[in-house]
């Protein structure tokens, strides 16, 4: 079975040196840094969980690619039924680990380029498909964890990449030989990439015919020479480097979501891992189709998770104070399960609405409608939950002392007696609910929500690209027995 044990994963990390910067110090080791450490965790539970007999079928499935029994996040969707497994796993890998589960990325860019390099073999006779497939099986038979990136810090908006006075604020192809090609630029906001084997790289969006520099799609070892992450920093990134327990933290084991920005500077690719270069009117495709893939991911799956501990966090607090009773509060639960349902139906419906695309490739990818508007729902959806949360937690939930008073013989039975509530659970596991709800709230989460899978107005944009109005239009026409057409 090809299948890693967490074990396995440790040990094989241990053995890479990527290049990592954090609070202007190099990372030496990512396995030891606290904050890079929360990546390590996060891909070790989604090993263990795929040998766990209880979760095995959410995080495992066959793959006749390889004829085993492979880690979902290494799957390519080749029915409805994959979709809504997809799906499946999504909520349950963020309800669980409160944070990003740092494969999904490149699990949908694996669905886009599947799609695209079969589409342009058949049009252009070109090679892409096989080679694909080929670096597929040896990240399936080796259940190797795979990030992706695509952001790019980008210049003028009103120019194209061709005109900007820096030519490297998009990544670009720089060199091509006989071997392979160099590029140089850097990808952005790219989640927890160092901790991964792989990187897969797909162009940020649309390309012009002269931009065929900047049409490019390849895969990459995580510690290639040439290639740097300089982390994210935050109050949070410092508070996890001075806890004496990561139990004093709002998400004790997995943190927040860690991201860096990817430096290219002068990387080779060799042939064999170039899935697209050069054909800019794939470029779009290859972007539109991860869109629609990783947009049900955020949108209807891994919100929806995180609105699970969210929900839960609230209805202890409920019940730690004594408000089950209250009206308001109840109220409050309700609209916040609504939320979430509505989330997740929006998920589960792009991916009982997904189709095969193109049409003979053997990939399945979600409704495209659905998807956008799954992202696009669940972006509002999140803040009006986050502050519902806040409402339920009250002040404490920003306001809370360090847990480390509860250590503290000064103050431990003032911490003790006042922030009990009466209650007869234990205080600290008060506080921590209290921290959870910190995390979640007084975090980065709602502007990541917002712009997790593109920002708010690039679904807004592409709903209207893709909604005709042909059908409501024609309903109205039947109806009233309409001359016009």
Known sequence: MALKTPEEFEASLSHRKPKVFMN???????????????VVESNKASYRWALDPEYSNTMTCYSPLINDTVNRYTHVSSSVEDLVAKAQAGTFTAENLGTCIYRCVGYDAFHALASTTWQMDKDLGTKYYPRFLDYLKMVQTEDLSVAGALTEPRGNRMKRAIDWPDPYLALKVVEKNSDGIVVRGAKINISGAYACHELVVLPQGAKTENEGDYAVAFAVPSDTEGITYVCQYSPYSAERELADSIYELGNPLFGQRETAMVVFDNVFVPWERVFHCGETRYSGKLVARFARTHRMTCGGTCKVGFMNQIIGACKLIQEYKGLEQVPHINEELTEMVVLRETGRACGLAAARLGTEDPTGSGVFLPDELMGNVSKLNISNAFWRVMALAGDIGGGLVVTMPSMKELNNPETKQYVEEFFSFGSDQPTEDIL?????????????????????AGPVMAQKIMIQRITKFDHEKNLVRKLLNLKTD
């Open 24 to 38: 202007g110090k190099k990372v030496e080791n990512i396995l030891e840094n606290p904050n890079t450490r929360t």
């Open 432 to 452: 921590k609910t209290h921290k959870l709800l910190q995390h979640w709230t007084a975090g980065q989460h709602g502007v990541g929500t917002w712009h997790g």
